[in-house]
């Protein structure tokens, strides 16, 4: 399909779903920040209320959403930004893991991911999502009893409820793209740790769901970890980390990336699944890949959807394909409401 | 580029850290590059410890890494020290 016409055909199903949404009461705005550019990510207006997702803080003396909803601590999701409101809304994992990282207070709510929150008269449910430790997705209803769920990022979608209206991410969503297919492998992994190696991994994510596997594995001995990392997985794993330590050769380690080389140790390994690496990868992603997001829509069964996450091609990659399944999707590009 | 440097002409970014011994060697050639080539392409020096969500955006594994962008998009990234034609080579097949 040419870029124009997919453009079209993208334009006639934001129309669609823009129709939708305002049958049920319910529309996607994008705001335009201070310099005149478009904040990320979205909020959802329903009857009186407002809710942002995964989006920058609005500048004081601007209209304020009632609720910054942060579905994890990654950056491209904001929450350094959205964590400086009263009005942020996110797991006590995911405000302590914002803390860590930034070194500033986490200013909004907290909740345990599985249990309801009340944000301005409606009950929004909590679920996991197993992208990281305290990733969340929020569901609600609104008040024409239309089933909203917002995922952010997915790695298990068991946990996750049936829905009319599903905000859902596309990071491995290009179904062109053959590296948007994969497994992880655990059986690589299990053998690299029994050969005594260590892992480069980024400080938060990977290496706690590095530290979970090796023990599920069965390791029990001290993991060595660079500074951060160690911080963020004694925090967040508590117990369940098992003991941990600074790093230094003749033990496993899991370090940021960039920190490989300094460890003394005869095999490392990157968790990625990128190929462009100076040391071989093992993949171990925290994402469903593109079969797992589609089973993920088969799974809650939306009847309209909005792909609003990653930045870039691959949300409306993803939106044009559920399109020709005969799902009526959009995605953040074609949003075309603004507040300021 | 998502965040902080969105230019028209193409950008080079090195991430380096401030103990990386090769960073160290990468650093006065990018910086001659710099000096040379201003007026075709941005030039950013980003430090891992520092600008950290910026490198696990982009995918650093290793420092030193130059990335080489146009328009938001990555044309081609170089792992380790990496020399001053080899670089310019490259940003002028991206004004091309």
Known sequence: ??????????????????????????????????????????SLRFGSHLFSIDTSRAPK?????????????????????????PQAVASVETARALEIRYDREYKGRTFKVGQSIVIDDVEVSTHATGHTIGSAAFSWQTECGERVLVTGDVKDYRHLPKCDFLVTEANYGDPYDPSCIFEDDLAGFSEALEDGASFGAYAF???????????????KDEIGMDEKSLVLTRELMGDAAGPLTEVHGGISNVVTPWNLHQVHCRSKYFLTGRR?????????S?????????????????????????EGIRASLLAHHLQDCGLETTSLDLIDRFVR | MRRGYTTAKPILMDFY????????LQ??????????????AEFKKINVDKEGDLAIEKGIMVVPTIVLEKDGQEIQRWMGVTAKEELIKAINMALD
């Open chain 2, 17 to 24: 850290a401030d103990w990386c011994g090769p960073c160290k």
């Open chain 2, 27 to 40: 650093a006065p050639i990018f910086e001659e590059l710099a000096r040379d080539y201003s007026d075709k």
């Open chain 1, 61 to 85: 003396g601007s209209f304020q959403p009632d609720a910054y909803l942060i579905t994890h601590a990654h950056s491209d999701h904001y929450g350094k930004s959205a964590m400086n409101s």
């Open chain 1, 205 to 219: 994510g990977k290496a706690q769901r590095a530290v979970a596997l090796m023990r599920a594995m069965g390791y």
């Open chain 1, 1 to 42: 399909m040419r870029d124009e016409t997919r453009r079209d055909a993208g334009r006639g199903a934001q129309e669609m779903v823009a129709e939708k949404m305002e049958d049920y009461e319910l529309e996607a705005v994008r705001r335009i920040n201070s310099r005149g550019g478009i904040a990320p990510h979205l």
């Open chain 1, 276 to 284: 462009d690496t100076s040391y071989p990868t093992i993949q171990l």
């Open chain 1, 286 to 310: 925290d994402h469903l890949d593109f079969r797992g997001l589609m089973r993920m829509i088969e799974h809650v069964s939306p009847r309209e959807v909005l792909v609003y996450h990653p």
